[in-house]
């Protein structure tokens, strides 16, 4: 079995989360210099993902 790696850019996994119902809020650093993501989901709650975090959902919700 083989295993195909997929990527995709940090702006594409914003569409594809601003198309599943993620509004994105804003975005900031850290002290480690590590980027993160504020999204609002439409049921009203928060959720702060990770760069890596961002694009394995992203994938997830496109697949």
Do not use: P, W
Not at 16 to 32: F, K, P, S, V
Not at 47 to 54: A, I
Request: net charge positive; proline share 0%; charged share 20%.
């Amino acid at each position: 079995m083989q295993t195909k790696l997929v990527s995709i850019t940090v702006r594409q996994a914003l569409r594809i989360l601003e198309r599943n119902g993620y509004q994105l809020l804003r975005a900031y650093y850290d002290t480690d210099q590590c980027r993160y993501y504020v999204f609002k989901l439409e049921g009203g709650a928060d959720v702060t993902l990770s760069m890596s975090s961002l694009r394995g959902l992203a994938l997830q919700l496109n697949a």
